[in-house]
């Protein structure tokens, strides 16, 4: 399995942007799709998933109210949509993928918890 991400860039503070990420070759329905981000010197952080082929959707603290999951099944890609963007924002922002669903929700929110991971996009909000 291989995810393909795009859509970072350079913007500045209250812009948006918006990430993309393809799983080749697979049927995103089956898996649950996770974006995660890591800042410079810090841990990474859950940001957002997908699941239940896009009936269930999550967002971590600092994504809530600004940022949007969303899955298109027929182009098997999952975006994320963030407005508002702040310079605490600027992280490299990594898709996660594992197959299958958890009824249990907080195992979305383990970066553990998925097996496959993209390449990653720098995002850089300047103030």
């Known amino acids: 399995v291989q995810l393909q991400a795009s859509g970072g860039g350079l913007v500045q503070a209250g812009g948006s942007l918006r990430l993309s990420c393809t799983i080749a070759?697979?049927?995103?329905?089956?898996?649950?799709m996770g974006w995660f981000r890591q800042g410079l010197g810090k841990e990474r952080e859950f940001v957002a998933a997908?699941?239940?082929?896009?009936?269930?959707?999550y967002h971590g603290n600092s994504a809530k109210g600004r940022f949007t999951i969303s899955s298109d099944n027929a182009k098997n890609t999952v975006y994320l949509q963030m407005n508002s963007l702040k310079p605490e924002d600027t992280a490299v922002y990594y898709c996660?993928?594992?197959?299958?669903?958890?009824?249990?929700?907080?195992?979305?929110?383990?970066?553990?918890?998925?097996?496959?991971w993209g390449q990653g996009t720098q995002v850089t909000v300047s103030s």
């Open positions: 070759g697979r049927t995103i329905s089956d898996y649950t």
């Open positions: 996660a993928a594992t197959r299958g669903s958890y009824v249990e929700s907080s195992y979305y929110y383990s970066a553990g918890t998925y097996d496959v």
């Open positions: 997908d699941s239940w082929g896009g009936r269930a959707r």
